[in-house]
């Protein structure tokens, strides 16, 4: 009689003591291979009386299935811990820092800009542009700016060379020049496209761009960007105007309380005239905007003055509107906290890192302005 | 400008406090800049008396005093000389901080006795620069009473005139606004005509050029000499100095109503004539004027003590038959004739100067005076006449003596026209509804005239010329916080969005450039005329007359130099990473078609060592940048050109994007060592410049569809292939041809190595290209394949001479 159980004890030893895959299939030929010694014992049944058959049958049979079961366990086992090994040979510090990236950075002051542009393009306005360089009639003249008046020696104007017919150009002291050539009629069509053309009313649009004025100091600088507006139709009132400003500031302070007072000023384009100043709290050193007993000024704006549609051909007892005008970077440095005006043109790298903002933080109607 | 409530209170009857006032004033147009309060930091200090003084037992220069005061009587210790029994003084009590010493009182002995407060001098108050000795205030005034209120001391409104408000630079001219607003009632004005008692004996002539109305009056046996108290401080109220009682008269007019006036000293007068007249000099000669002009060197000592050119653009006062210049007509007097205390006879001047040419004048001297500042915004063109009799009654007041005739010599500009006004355009411009009434209410206390549909602005309201400057009167003074807030009706919007195409691409490139680690740079559009040189630019068209440095002088032709800067700069300050952009206006020339838009960016690579060492040519990541923002511009594909960049790049590493042979639409590589080195900056440094306006608009515009897509369920393959062709041919050559051979066929062909050397015959070079074969409808049999593949040779070899490597 065979020892059933005493083959299948030495087996399982075996097997369990198996140290590798390699040796664990050596015990897998030697006993269930071809010739292998169950096999062996599995083709002696054909040898057997039935009834020998009837009896040994099971127990050779549950022999096999019982090594081929351990043998599969075994397997799985050796694989897994093969498998551990492999793994563990693979470790790889992971406070080491990643390749080197820069951080990119969009301007605070471009920012501001994309932030107004979202927030009156909402309110209908489009955009229009103009150039830096202009001539003394867009930047003065048309806009009702006697020659030699004084409220032309406040704009500090930089001037360039005079030319042959003796006239000089300058830098552009406002973005109010576009109004000009935004209303006029039947002007010269020959410019670039980019410069806006004389279109009829009803007009509403936004002109942002770069302003020169020759001041420096720390809450001015030579250069600086402004976002003018212009909304001409036959109806068009201060109610309109204060009501525009006040859902500007609502907005893009990103707050429903910021408290307004519109109180009135002189500006030789408009008639009449007014400024927009906001709550504010200057007792801590810097300014806190919507809180506080102070007041701070925002936005000049007013009536476009009818002497200024009339120097655009359009008939004032016909249009009316108004047109105001922000200073981007002060807004900038309002809402975001950057003290010195002269660090936005410094290109510092630190600077850019800490107030710039990121590629993604576009202004969007879902997720806010910033 | 300045005033103090007390000073309008004389035009104006009200109860207002000083807030209330300011508030009154800002919301009529009046800008407060602040208020100064001279007696705010003595709110602790009050009247006291001295009951008694007695030597102090162990000091003998102190006195130990009795005083009665607001907290009772008190022992105080003194080292005043004049501390004495009876003195009314002034009382800091224990706690209180002294201005002028910068002290806060503590209760301690002084010499073994206690002091219980301080009696105080006028510096230790800071209302004078020196003092001796404690204050020595009138017997009358009352124990306890404020010291501030006792000394007259007032707090000044300090506040800023826009220049269309001439008016608003005298103090009657702000409480007649105040008044229409509602803070009090408008004085009647105090000014009476004084009859002359001698006919005038000077002469006055006047060029209407300089001057068109000159009023003068001779006073004689006048006794000249400080003035009184209550004029001085009105004076120090506001900043001014006192210096005589007849210039002290001329300057008080000049705040109260914003007219200014001038006193000659009449024994000091040359003649009998005195000429409002052009200057004589020219203050720049011409080097090539064949002769000295005869009055080239005209010149005045003003009152200032200063010696000015007085050239023909300027408004000259001149006695001695017109030859002697006596004064910068409405700027400022002569020393050689200005009054002193020895003046006995006044000649007075109360004209009406040109305003641009008093602005000029004042802008050539440099000089801003209280005169000039209001005749270049302009004086009330009426005020000569009561002007003249305002000053008279204060001189007789203050000085004596006997006046003249007034002389009257040209005649004032015209008055203000009457504008025809229909009183609901009030509503219609500013939407405010008030009912006619009440806009004729606010206009005629104002000063306008009204006459039914015909209003007209007073003489000193020059800058209203029309109906709208009348609704802004009524709307200004109804108040600006009525105006009805009003939604702006809809507008029809352009369904794509209000930008532009190019101003999509300004963004699109900001963000583009964020989003692959290059920071945003806002750089000066002008810059030093160096600089702009070396990037093609420099043009004396575009050098700033008046540049606020000489380092932001000329237009910039490119931002390309102030990158490099800010780059040089960051270096400097220890950071030399640096990866920079910006988009922005360059000029080529002052016309408007001038200006074009780039999008700049600079890199100067320094990253930080790094554990894994993975470096390749910098120049590849910068074109990779460069790429991907032409991408996600919608740029078409491009040519690169090597070999004609402009000068301030290097000549072997830097190339052009073109598209077709003319337009370029980039240029890009490392920039000349040259160039860095003139800009002070450490290289290499690589960069890229692209023309926005050069790159076209899409073809389909406004379509958003987009192609439809084919996919193919067939595998694609990929085949290689090494090329040998000559060393100088640019790789990138082979790719085009290839991709040609076929183009249904063949995705994409890249070059995935370059190699020089053992096995390659020299001048020659191996191109390897991994080529995509993208099946269509069927897969491709061997000879397919092959046949492809000998396309493709050909194809190269035809385009650039490759031959395929053995």
């Excluded at chain 1, 099971?58 to 075994?74: C, E, K």
């Excluded at chain 2, 007249?277 to 020219?282: T, V």
């Excluded at chain 2, 003074?477 to 794509?496: K, M, N, V």
């Amino acid at each position: 009689m065979t020892d059933y159980a005493k083959i299948a004890q030495d087996l399982d030893q075996r097997i369990a003591g198996a140290a590798d895959l390699a040796a664990l299939e050596a015990i897998r030929v030697e006993a269930l291979g071809k010739t292998g010694s169950i096999s062996e014992l599995l083709k002696s049944l054909g040898r057997m009386s039935p009834d020998e058959r009837r009896v040994e049958g099971p127990q050779i049979n549950g022999l096999r299935d019982g090594v081929a079961t351990h043998i599969a366990r075994r397997k799985a086992a050796l694989e897994a811990a093969e498998l551990d090994a492999k793994l563990a040979s693979e470790h790889v510090d992971l406070t080491l820092p990643p390749p080197y990236e820069r951080k990119g950075r969009v301007h605070p002051t471009m920012q501001v800009l994309d932030e107004m542009i979202a927030v009156f393009a909402d309110l209908g306005f489009a955009l229009a542009e103009g150039p830096d360089i202009e001539d003394d009639f867009h930047n003065f003249t048309a806009l009702n700016f006697p020659p030699k008046h004084p409220a032309r020696e406040m704009h500090d104007t930089f001037w360039l060379p005079e030319d042959e017919k003796g006239e000089r150009k300058l830098l552009r002291t406002h973005t109010s020049p576009v109004q000009i050539r935004t209303m006029q009629q039947g002007q010269n069509r020959t410019l670039p496209g980019w410069i806006a053309q004389g279109q009829a009313p009803p007009i509403r649009v936004i002109v942002p761009g770069r302003t020169y004025r020759s001041d420096s100091d720390a809450t001015h600088t030579p250069m600086f960007h402004q976002l003018e507006g212009l909304v001409i139709d036959r109806d068009i009132h201060m109610g309109h105007l204060k009501w525009t400003l006040d859902q500007f500031i609502a907005r893009y302070f990103e707050t429903p309380s910021v408290e307004t007072r519109f109180r009135p000023h002189h500006f030789p384009f408009t008639e009449p005239s007014a400024e927009m100043d906001v709550r504010c709290d200057r007792s801590g050193g810097d300014v806190k905007i919507g809180q506080g007993d102070d007041w701070m000024e925002i936005v000049g704006c007013g009536m476009v003055h009818p002497n200024v549609l009339r120097n655009c051909g359009l008939d004032p007892d016909e249009w009316q509107g108004f047109a105001f005008g922000f200073g981007v970077d002060r807004l900038g440095s309002l809402k975001y906290g950057m003290p010195d005006l002269r660090d936005m043109f410094a290109a510092d790298l630190r600077w850019l890192q800490h107030y710039g903002f990121s590629a993604f933080q576009a202004p969007n109607p879902a997720t806010g302005l910033s | 400008m300045k005033f103090t409530l007390s000073w309008l209170k004389e035009h104006l009857d009200t109860t207002a406090s000083v807030d209330e006032v300011v508030e009154a004033m800002t919301m009529a147009g009046l800008e407060v800049e602040h208020v100064e309060d001279p007696g705010a930091k003595l709110a602790a200090f009050t009247v006291a008396k001295i009951v008694e003084a007695v030597q102090h037992p162990n000091a003998d220069k102190l006195r130990v005093c009795q005083v009665d005061t607001k907290d009772g009587r008190l022992e105080i210790v003194c080292g005043a000389p004049n501390a004495r029994a009876g003195l009314t003084t002034v009382y800091a009590p224990i706690g209180a901080y002294v201005p002028g010493s910068g002290v806060t009182l503590e209760a301690r002995p002084v010499r073994g006795v206690v002091s219980n407060g301080m009696l105080c001098s006028a510096k230790e108050l800071e209302v004078a620069e020196e003092s001796e000795g404690i204050m020595e205030l009138p017997d009358g005034l009352a124990v306890g009473q404020p010291a501030a209120q006792a000394l007259g001391l007032e707090a000044a409104i300090d506040f800023e005139v826009t220049p269309n408000r001439p008016d608003w630079l005298g103090v009657r001219g702000i409480a007649r606004d105040l008044a229409a607003a509602g803070l009090g009632t408008l004085k009647p004005d105090p000014v009476k005509p004084v009859a002359g008692a001698f006919p005038c004996p000077i002469e006055i002539k006047v060029d209407g050029e300089v001057c068109r109305v000159f009023a003068g009056r001779l006073i004689r046996g006048v006794k000249n000499g400080p003035s009184p108290a209550w004029l001085q401080q009105r004076l120090v109220s506001v900043g001014l100095r006192p210096i005589n009682a007849l210039v002290d008269v001329t300057n008080l007019i000049t705040y109260d109503r914003a007219r200014p006036l001038h006193v000659y000293d009449r024994a000091k007068l040359v003649g009998d004539v005195i000429e409002a007249r052009l200057g004589r000099g020219s203050a720049e000669p011409s080097a090539d004027a064949p002769s000295p002009a005869p009055h080239r060197d005209e010149q005045l000592i003003a009152l200032d003590g200063k010696t000015y050119d007085l050239s023909a653009e300027m408004s000259v006062i001149a006695d001695a038959g017109g030859e002697r210049p006596i004064g910068l007509g409405g700027v400022m007097g002569g020393e050689s004739t200005g009054c002193s205390e020895a003046t006995t006879e006044v000649f007075l001047e109360s004209a009406w100067f040109d305003p641009i040419r008093t602005a000029q004048t004042g802008r050539i001297t440099g000089i801003t005076s209280d005169a000039q500042y209001r005749f270049a915004r302009g004086v009330d063109p009426e005020s000569p006449a009561w002007g003249i009799e305002q000053a008279t009654q204060l001189i007789l007041e203050l000085c004596g003596g006997e006046p003249s005739d007034v002389k009257v010599v040209g005649a004032p500009p015209a008055p203000p026209a009457a504008i025809a006004f229909d009183r609901a355009y009030v509503k219609k411009l500013s939407g405010l509804d008030v009912g006619p009434p009440r806009i004729d209410e606010i206009l005629t206390r104002l000063g306008f005239a009204v006459d039914g549909d015909s209003v007209t602005p007073p003489s000193w309201r020059r800058d209203v010329e029309g109906k709208a400057d009348l609704v802004e009167e009524v709307a200004r003074i109804e108040g600006f916080d009525s105006l009805p807030e009003t939604p702006l009706p809809p507008i029809a919007r352009p369904p794509g969005g209000v930008l532009t195409l190019r101003q999509r691409r300004m963004r699109d490139a900001r963000r583009a450039m964020a989003a692959r680690g290059y920071a945003e740079a806002l750089t000066w559009s002008f810059q030093r005329r160096e600089w702009a040189e070396l990037f093609g630019g420099g043009d004396a068209r575009l050098v700033l007359s008046n540049p606020i440095a000489a380092d932001l002088s000329t237009m910039r032709p490119s931002a390309l130099a102030n990158l490099i800067d800010a780059a040089a700069r960051n270096a400097r300050k220890g950071f030399p990473d640096a990866a920079l952009f910006e988009v922005g206006p360059n000029f080529k020339g002052d016309e408007p078609g001038d200006q074009w838009t780039a999008v700049t960016a600079l890199l100067a690579p320094h990253s930080p060592k790094h554990w894994a060492h993975s470096e390749g040519d910098p120049l590849f990541a910068l074109k990779a940048d460069l790429l991907a923002l032409l991408e996600e511009l919608g740029a078409p594909a491009l040519q690169v050109v090597q070999g004609q960049n402009a000068g301030w790049w290097h000549p072997g590493r830097s190339a052009r994007l073109q598209l077709g042979p003319k337009v370029v639409i980039a240029e890009f590589g490392e920039l000349h060592p040259r160039v860095l080195k003139a800009l002070d900056a450490e290289g290499p440094m690589l960069a890229f410049e692209v023309s926005l306006d050069a790159i076209p608009e899409p073809k389909k515009k406004g379509v958003k569809t987009k192609p439809a897509l084919a996919l193919s369920p067939l595998m694609p393959l990929t085949r290689d292939f090494a090329f040998l062709v000559a060393a100088d041919t640019p790789a990138g050559d082979l790719l085009r041809p290839i991709q040609g051979a076929d183009k249904a066929l063949i995705a994409e062909a890249r070059i995935f190595d370059v190699y020089a050397g053992a096995g390659v015959p020299g001048g020659m070079k191996s191109v390897a290209v991994e080529v995509l074969v993208q099946p269509r409808e069927k897969t491709l049999t061997d000879a397919e394949i092959e046949a492809l593949s000998a396309r493709i040779v050909a194809a190269a070899e035809k385009a650039v001479g490759a031959k395929l490597r053995g």
